[in-house]
Antibody, heavy 121, light 107 residues
Framework: QITLKESGPTLVKPTQTLTLTCTFSGFSLSTSGVGVGWIRQPPGKALEWLAL???????RYSPSLKSRLTITKDTSKNQVVLTMTNMDPVDTATYYC?????????????WGQGTLVTVSS | DIQMTQSPSSLSASVGDRVTITCRASQSISSYLNWYQQKPGKAPKLLIYAASSLQSGVPSRFSGSGSGTDFTLTISSLQPEDFATYYC?????????FGQGTKLEIK
């Protein structure tokens, strides 16, 4: 059974760096064809993909946020970490991590419950 | 970026109705189109991947079709638990993009 769970601060101040951790179970991020992505959703708005890391450490970033994002993995701990620099109130959103695999056409087939991050001074 | 446009943005329907939601890509994405259902306060749930493949555990009243730039999600007979927001998403480009969502409401 695949599960994912996001953790990190619920409140950050403008200009600060956000660090979110996705801890997962039921799969290995060293298995060929597997990835973990981050997606966010501002309150009442649509989903926005942020970043994804593959089993082979290949990384993909949203072009509009690339300069602010870093995604890394720790295979031994079953964790993926996303950092986002220079946070702004418009970055207030629920942040999700999700499992992706070539088996399901690189869709996001399992999701964490999400964590709400508020950016405010 | 590949832009994904859904229509309609909102839709009112009754239990038992047949409903179709459309998603259009700004360029050809072959069959790399996925559909998600999201209920308030919950994470999205994958319904359909690769345009027409039903994710395990998803009821057969959900179906998807299309290729290239035009895709549809059809719910053959709406059930009370189907009232939610639906998103399409392309995975052709490894810079994934989502549609703006279609909110399906009870008439």
């Amino acid at each position: 059974q695949i599960t994912l769970k996001e953790s990190g601060p619920t409140l950050v101040k403008p200009t600060q760096t956000l660090t979110l951790t996705c801890t997962f179970s039921g799969f290995s991020l060293s298995t060929s064809g597997v990835g973990v992505g981050w997606i966010r959703q501002p309150p009442g708005k649509a989903l926005e993909w942020l970043a994804l890391i593959y089993w082979n450490d290949d990384k993909r970033y949203s072009p509009s946020l690339k300069s602010r994002l870093t995604i890394t993995k720790d295979t031994s701990k079953n964790q993926v970490v996303l950092t986002m620099t220079n946070m702004d109130p418009v970055d207030t959103a629920t942040y999700y991590c999700a499992h992706s695999t070539v088996t399901t056409a690189l869709s996001f087939d399992y999701w964490g419950q999400g964590t709400l991050v508020t950016v405010s001074s | 970026d590949i832009q994904m446009t859904q229509s309609p943005s909102s839709l009112s329907a009754s239990v038992g109705d047949r409903v179709t939601i459309t998603c259009r890509a700004s360029q050809s994405i072959s069959s790399y189109l996925n559909w998600y259902q999201q209920k308030p306060g919950k994470a999205p749930k994958l319904l359909i991947y690769a345009a027409s493949s039903l994710q395990s555990g998803v009821p057969s009243r959900f179906s998807g079709s299309g290729s290239g730039t035009d895709f549809t999600l059809t719910i053959s007979s709406l059930q009370p638990e189907d009232f939610a927001t639906y998103y399409c998403q392309q995975s052709y480009s490894t810079r994934w993009t989502f549609g703006q969502g279609t909110k399906l409401e009870i008439k």
